[in-house]
């Protein structure tokens, strides 16, 4: 059964940077495509960034600041968050998509100070 599992998070002031890192068990990344949500309090999961295809894709309000990057011998996926606003507060969740289906981690909170 594959598994993922978020690490990284925590309170960060904004301006800041914080690193998250995504560990995959049961399953190798490269078999997947891979990617980053986050939930605001009250709001539907959005998706941030992306890689597929060999490629790496990023929403409009993360794009220039976050970057998302896999390894493949680590089986890791990361999501570097630079200059940190506190709208970016928010729990944010890995995924890995393939063929059956889709495998999400738990979420880890991620809370921007001013």
């Known amino acids: 059964q594959v598994n993922l599992l978020e690490s990284g998070g925590g309170l960060v002031q904004a301006g800041g940077s914080l690193n998250l890192s995504c560990t995959v068990s049961?399953?190798?990344?490269?078999?997947?495509?891979m990617g980053w949500y986050r939930q605001f309090p009250g709001k539907e999961r959005e998706w941030v960034a992306g890689?597929?295809?060999?490629?790496?894709y990023y929403s409009d309000s993360v794009k220039g600041r976050f970057t998302m990057s896999r390894d493949v011998a680590k089986n890791t996926v990361d999501l570097q968050m630079n200059r940190i606003k506190p709208e970016d507060t928010a729990i944010y969740y890995c995924?890995?998509?393939?063929?059956?289906?889709?495998?999400w981690g738990q979420g880890i909170q991620v809370t921007v100070s001013s």
């Open positions: 890689i597929s295809g060999g490629n790496t």
């Open positions: 995924i890995a998509a393939d063929t059956p289906g889709d495998v």
């Open positions: 049961g399953g190798t990344i490269s078999s997947y495509r």
